[in-house]
């Protein structure tokens, strides 16, 4: 079945830039998320790409898809103390579903 | 703006209890999931509706149970709570809009003692 993976921990020093890698398998899928959960609270989209695109950027986030890899990167530039959080990849399935990643959990050293 | 909001944010049941999580959406949303995230496991669909009295298994369904009576609303049903479902429960909601965004409560943290 589909699967979508990424590692479970990135830590960087304040005000360098984080990349957050996310491989999937589905090659069919349109769109591809990435989703932010701050601490104690639900998730919440950040951003997203289409998968007729190569980069999108929104401010300090710029979206990598790579769709012969099979991999998405989200890279935050000068990371913040608010960008803790735990940042999760998914891919939408032929139904309209989102596939997961298991969630990298992005710590901030000063 | 959507709004998401689930019945407790945190919960305290007994081994053996009958335990209930609701969930409320207000954007007329069809589609409405049921997840537990556990530490390193990411997200868990357990039951997923796509309409009022609809009802799909995620890939985690056994101990759990669930209810849509009105659009608006989805249910979670432990028949007897266990410790290993202890976790974190979080429902989400999702139109057939472009881009099939799902947008996510607070979440619940259970525990079972």
């Not at chain 1, 139904?95 to 959990?105: R, S, V």
């Not at chain 2, 890939?59 to 028949?79: A, N, Q, T």
């Amino acid at each position: 079945g589909e699967d979508v993976e990424q590692s479970l921990f990135l830590s960087v020093r304040e005000g360098d830039s984080s990349v957050i890698n996310c491989t999937y398998t589905d090659s069919s899928s349109t769109y591809l998320y990435w989703y932010k959960q701050e601490p104690g609270a639900g998730l919440q989209l950040l951003t997203y790409i289409f998968s007729n695109m190569d980069m999108k950027q929104d401010q300090r986030l710029t979206v990598l898809l790579n769709k012969k890899d099979k991999h998405l990167s989200l890279r935050i530039a000068d990371t913040q103390t608010g960008d803790s959080a735990i940042y999760f990849c998914a891919e939408m399935d032929s139904n309209y579903q989102l596939i997961w990643g298991a969630g990298t959990k992005l710590i901030i050293k000063p | 703006d959507v709004k998401v909001t689930q019945s407790s944010r945190y919960l305290v049941k007994r081994t053996g209890e009958k335990v209930f999580l609701e969930c409320v959406q207000d954007m007329d949303h069809e589609n409405m999931f049921w997840y537990r995230q556990d530490p390193g496991l990411g997200l868990r669909l357990i039951y997923f509706s796509y309409d009022v009295k609809m009802k799909e298994k995620g890939d985690i369904p056994e101990g759990y149970s669930v209810s849509r009576e009105k659009k608006e609303r989805f249910s979670l049903i432990l028949e007897s709570a266990s410790t290993n479902q202890t976790s974190m429960y979080l429902c989400a909601s999702q139109g057939a809009r472009l881009l099939y965004e799902q947008y996510f409560g607070p979440g619940t943290r259970l525990t079972v003692t």
